[in-house]
């Protein structure tokens, strides 16, 4: 082809493109001119021909360079205006938005939320793993081989991430001056923290604050030794001078004052097996258990540290351990703790009385209440565990008071370590190596900042929402537990296994579930938070005693409330916001959300909303399915212990939730060597199970409402669908010491991270489609197990 019909090949294309025909059909007629003027052309030498040729090329490229821009730019133009936005587009201005960048199909998401969300998804990462395979090492490997636990700590995983954030806010506020027309409740947080950071008072009063308690408790008889004065103890007598002092009055029997669960409107007294210094499921093994000769030999250094003498310490501190192994033995498992009904046992003082005729319970009972209650003998008492104040009676009976005082007085010692000397402190973290495998404590405003935050929960959480809380957070999470609370009642709906009448009660339950998100609003008054607080009074320069006042407030403060009504909406119960975590209450029929888990990798506005749902909609969901699992289920609507099921639905609900138990039993965390226990675990997996399901099919509704969202950059391959798998997993990457996972498994309610992304999503139909998992593969079993 000649050069005049290359020239005019391409710009027949170009003039095809009608907008620009004008100007081109210049240009065109223009380089035709040049070509045929053979005069011109001859004269010129063969340089000058190649650059006139060259020029013209090089400006028929700019052009057709120029025409496909400005094409690209009105075909953008016309589209964008009907794709979907993410969060952050949606909560922005159109002159703030920054570009999109398109795929061959799709958006990809550049704003700084989005860039900060791939980072972070790419850092935990391991893509190298077969998502089908395990998705836990596909989501977390990397936040696994990259993640070191720092001395002081246990374990790392994402809540741990957002509360050390949340301690440096806390500890800005509390170290802010008082200033002189600050609210009571301040000042007290401020003092108290004050105190905690004065280590220069605490060691100079040495041991002396809980040696004096002692004494005036009557005295810890391997210190006192043949001076200790045997006919002045009885133990009841010891349980009321706790109460007086500040310290448990449970070291015995547990004594409460809690909500009726057969009448959620009133208050009952209930009567529980005692709380031990170690855990039942250790203790129940024995002497020759690892961790319980670390606690006895914890138990003696610190007598010894205190004054004793080792050997008397050794021989009488063995006897007191094993009567409190005893006390472990009589108690009940946790296995066996799950029926609510079979620990709801009510007895009038007169009944009580009567069966346990060894205790004077009308004395006991009006002691722990005074000066503010008095009952009498048609008083009801709630009774846990009756099988364990029988055996409680005869062990009493047959131990000497030597030994019951060696084990009351330890405990008291062993509450009191946190807030006396280093040399006190430092065994007691040995202790604390032993048991979690951290090596470390926390730096002293680390543990400064937690003392305060659990003490005086209220008023560092009223600082805390008014400085750091994102007010949009509080509207965007509520708006998300009812898309996921709508799921789940299709949920309820569409399930075959459930009669009508079953149906029914559940959905009503659903419908009634109420939802506390962030913090009630009483906390931003200070008036009433004064009012809560009217009372309590804090010394920078005494540490200990401090934390028996809070103690003992809070002690009255609850066995007041025996005579008072139950307000399920009251705002003290909900008033703990700076707390990364979430709860379920059987006996509200209600989810709590505090305004501390409403951030990080949990929640963010800006953000695409499948990252939020799959990340903070999985806990609501989780939530929420509580209220079906196998302990919430045996509550109704109005948060009562009633049997509302139909028995042939019970009986199917039993049978997948055994399919749920079997499951997670057969998991075994291979470092450790240890099967997860299926039964104590139960609950938390099947509102795992629940949870995810209600948070995708929300998404899902989400989508058909604002239309697909956009990708994120460098995770182009990943639909959206596939990314809100991935935040779902990414909360639950965690690493553990070995120690801290032994703990876990044997005395925890929750699996670790890994069986909480394994157990659910291999239980979806849902994830293995979209991930095109094939049938029989880890991720894709051919047996599922589903309660909801």
Not at 486 to 514: C, G, H, I, N, S
């Amino acid at each position: 082809m000649s050069q005049e019909g290359r020239f005019a090949t391409t710009l027949e294309f170009l003039l095809s493109r009608k907008k620009y025909r004008t100007q081109v059909t210049v240009r065109y007629r223009f380089v035709c001119a040049i070509l045929t003027r053979p005069s011109f052309w001859a004269r010129r030498t063969l340089l000058e021909k190649r650059l006139i040729v060259a020029s013209v090329v090089i400006s028929i490229m700019a052009i057709a360079f120029l025409l496909a821009f400005l094409a690209a730019i009105y075909v953008r133009s016309n589209r964008i205006n009907y794709l979907p936005q993410t969060s952050e587009m949606r909560l922005s201005s159109p002159q703030s938005m920054p570009p999109a960048v398109y795929g061959s199909d799709y958006e990809i998401c550049y704003t700084p939320g989005c860039i900060h969300t791939a980072s972070k998804l790419l850092s935990n990462m391991d893509q190298s793993v077969d998502p089908c395979d395990d998705f836990y090492s596909f989501s977390c490997g990397s936040f696994e081989k990259n993640t070191r636990i720092p001395d002081d700590k246990s374990s790392v995983n994402t809540f741990s991430i957002i509360t050390d954030e949340l301690q440096e806010q806390i500890r800005a506020l509390l170290e802010e001056p008082i200033t002189k027309d600050e609210a009571h409740p301040f000042v007290l947080a401020k003092t108290l923290y004050r105190a905690c950071m004065n280590k220069s008072v605490i060691e100079a009063r040495g041991a002396k604050p809980l040696l004096d308690m002692m004494k005036g408790l009557g005295g810890w008889p391997v210190l006192e030794g043949d001076n200790w004065n045997e006919r002045a103890f009885a133990w009841d007598d010891s349980v009321f001078r706790f109460r007086t002092a500040g310290y448990s009055v449970d070291y015995f029997l547990d004594f409460s004052i809690s909500v009726d669960v057969k009448n959620s409107t009133k208050r009952i007294i209930d009567l529980d097996q005692a709380s031990l210094g170690l855990s039942r499921e250790y203790l129940s093994h024995g002497f020759d258990d690892k961790l319980v000769q670390a606690y006895y030999a914890y138990m003696v250094d610190i007598s010894v540290l205190l004054g004793a003498d080792r050997k008397r310490a050794e021989t009488e501190l063995r006897e007191s351990l094993n009567f409190e192994i005893t006390l472990a033995n009589i108690s009940l498992p946790l296995e066996k703790r799950r029926n609510a009904t079979a620990l709801y046992n009510p007895m009038t003082v007169t009944q009580l009385q009567k069966r346990f005729p060894k205790v004077d319970w009308m004395k006991y009972i009006n002691r722990l209440l005074s000066p503010h209650i008095h009952i009498n003998m048609d008083e009801v008492v709630i009774v846990n565990v009756p099988t364990y104040i029988t055996s409680l009676e005869q062990i009493l009976e047959n131990t000497p008071k030597r030994v019951q005082a060696n084990y009351v007085m330890w405990r008291v010692a062993g509450a009191s370590i946190s807030y006396l000397t280093d040399e006190l402190r430092r065994r007691q973290l040995s202790y604390v190596t032993a048991l979690s495998g951290k090596t470390e404590r926390e730096s002293r405003w680390k543990e400064c900042v937690d003392t305060t935050s659990m003490s005086l929960s209220i008023s560092v959480g009223a600082l805390y929402i008014r400085k750091f809380f994102d007010e949009n957070s509080k509207k965007n999470a509520l708006e998300m537990v009812e898309d996921i609370r709508e799921q789940f009642r299709r949920t309820l709906e569409e399930v075959e296994w459930m009669d009508d009448k079953t149906r029914r009660a559940a959905l009503a339950k659903a419908d009634a579930m109420a939802a506390h998100i962030a913090y009630p609003d009483e906390m931003l008054s200070d008036e009433k938070l004064s009012e809560f607080y009217d009372g309590l009074v804090m010394s920078e320069d005494k540490l200990m005693e401090s934390v028996l006042n809070l103690t003992l407030f809070g002690t009255d403060y609850l066995f007041k409330k025996l005579r008072q009504p139950v307000n399920k909406t009251d705002w003290v119960t909900h008033g703990r916001p700076a707390i990364v975590n979430a709860f379920y209450s059987s006996i509200e029929n209600s989810i709590q959300f505090p305004a501390g888990i409403l951030q990080g990798a949990f929640f963010s506005a800006l953000r695409p909303a499948y990252m939020n749902y799959g990340a903070i909609g999985f806990v609501i969901g989780h939530e929420i399915t509580h209220g079906f699992d196998d302990q919430g289920r045996q509550f109704d609507k109005d948060g009562n212990l009633v049997d509302w099921w139909q028995e042939e639905t019970k009986q199917k609900y039993l049978k997948k939730a055994k399919c749920i138990i079997d499951q997670y039993s057969n998991y075994t965390v291979e470092e450790v060597g240890l099967k997860l226990n299926g039964v104590n675990t139960q609950g938390e997996n099947i509102a795992d199970n629940g949870g995810i399901k209600g948070a995708y099919h929300a998404y899902e509704a989400w989508v058909k409402r604002h239309g697909e969202e956009p990708r994120l950059p460098g995770l182009e391959k990943y639909t959206p669908k596939q990314l809100f798998w991935l935040s779902a997993a990414s909360t639950w990457c965690s690493v553990y010491r070995k120690e801290a996972m032994k703990l876990r498994i044997t005395t925890g309610f929750h699996a670790p991270g890994r069986f909480r992304v394994l157990g659910p999503l291999s239980n979806m139909e849902e994830f293995s489609r979209d991930y095109s998992c094939p049938l029989g593969s880890p991720m894709n079993p051919k047996i599922k197990c589903k309660v909801w």
